[in-house]
């Protein structure tokens, strides 16, 4: 059985430890929303409806002390990292929900509110799982990359869920997992979050994505997402528009799958969307143990922007978002804020 990657636990807040997965599962036990700003930071919790979830429970644990304790608590996780826009929206979220309460229901109405998000955005990804499903074939063997799963997310998984949906519907689905560096995720996530659902998975290198499309043995690509544009360009784990782009060459349906919490209004495309560069050792690091040279200059964007024109549909928990996107994804959305 798959472990919860969020959990709250008897007054605080339990994360799956993801930078120790595969080779063991460790927790950590979060007191201060400062313990919750470092797990985002360095990965400990992962994936941008995750990171949202984290955030708020977060806030939660300094709502206990006080409102400027929880107010600077949203200052602060909303540093930890830029790309993914599902901890902004949470973290408004939270806050709108503070401005509604007295001091004395604080606690309780950040908590409650923290619940919430995370159990719609588990919801919210079966239903999603469910729609992407019916787009697959009864056999097909789709490829992914980075982590969209039950541990990105508040469970189910976007990209991975979608996978879940359609087994559980009894199509035969067979996943290529790509290692996605410079960090493993589809390695060291991925592959053991499908396995241990029973579910036929094989690791290939990034690099091997063209020789799979090319030799026919791929139905479809998919993958979550950071933070979707007005107009559908879509931030992703770094590789994500590689392999857009050889699917376009190919063919092949490259399918995103993403919540509402992830889209981004206010940004008319993608190149507005703020890409997180991360340190240069987490490349300089060899397989060996061993590190590059100092002098060898790195790198390390965690994120590039597929353009609309790549995708063939967004699949969310409301409905398929089919090209050209600017239009339903404006419509899905206002009917969201009604
Ligand atoms: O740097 P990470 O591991 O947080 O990057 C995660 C991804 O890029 C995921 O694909 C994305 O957040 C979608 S998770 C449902």
């Known amino acids: 059985m798959l472990p919860p990657a969020i959990s709250w636990v008897e007054g605080h807040l339990r994360l799956l430890d993801q930078r120790s997965l595969p080779t063991s599962v460790e927790f950590i036990d979060c007191e201060r929303a400062e313990d919750v700003a470092v797990a985002i930071k360095t990965l400990a919790v992962r994936g941008a409806p995750a990171i949202g979830i984290a955030a708020a429970y977060g806030v939660a644990l300094e ?34 929900r503070m401005e509604t309460v007295p001091d004395s229901g604080l606690f309780d109405a950040v908590l409650g509110e923290a619940a919430a998000i995370h159990e719609e955005d588990r919801e919210g990804n079966i239903s999603l799982g469910r729609a992407g499903a019916d787009l697959l074939p009864d056999d097909c063997r789709v490829l992914t990359h980075c982590n969209a799963g039950a541990l990105a ?27 996605t ?19 036929d ?51 092949i349906p490259f399918y995103v799958a993403a919540p509402l919490s992830t889209f981004d209004r206010s940004l008319t495309s993608g190149d507005a969307i703020p890409i997180e560069e991360r340190s240069a050792d987490e ?33 969310t928990e409301k409905g398929v978002i089919l090209p050209p996107f600017g239009e339903g994804i404006a419509s899905l959305l206002s009917r969201q804020e009604v």
């Open 201 to 251: 998975t094989t690791l290939v290198c990034d690099s091997m994505s063209a020789s799979l499309m090319s030799s026919g043995r791929l139905d479809a690509v998919i993958v979550g997402a950071d933070r979707i544009a007005a107009n559908g360009d879509t931030a992703n784990k770094i590789g994500t528009c590689t392999h857009a782009v050889l699917a376009s060459h190919f063919g």
């Open 153 to 179: 997310t508040g469970g189910h998984g976007t990209a991975l869920g979608i996978v879940r949906s359609a087994r559980d519907a009894g199509k035969r689905v067979k996943v290529y997992a790509c290692e």
């Open 181 to 199: 560096r410079p960090l493993l995720q589809g390695a060291r996530l991925t592959v053991w979050e499908l396995v241990q659902d029973g579910i």
């Open 283 to 315: 490349v300089r690091r060899l397989p060996s143990g061993g590190m590059l040279p100092d002098y060898y200059s790195i790198w390390n964007p965690a994120f590039d922007v597929t353009g609309a024109s790549l995708i063939t549909a967004i699949i």
């Open 63 to 96: 709502a206990r002390t006080g409102r400027s304790q929880a107010v600077a608590a949203c200052d602060r996780l909303a540093l930890t990292r830029p790309t993914a826009v599902n901890l902004f929206w949470a973290l408004r979220r939270v806050r709108e």
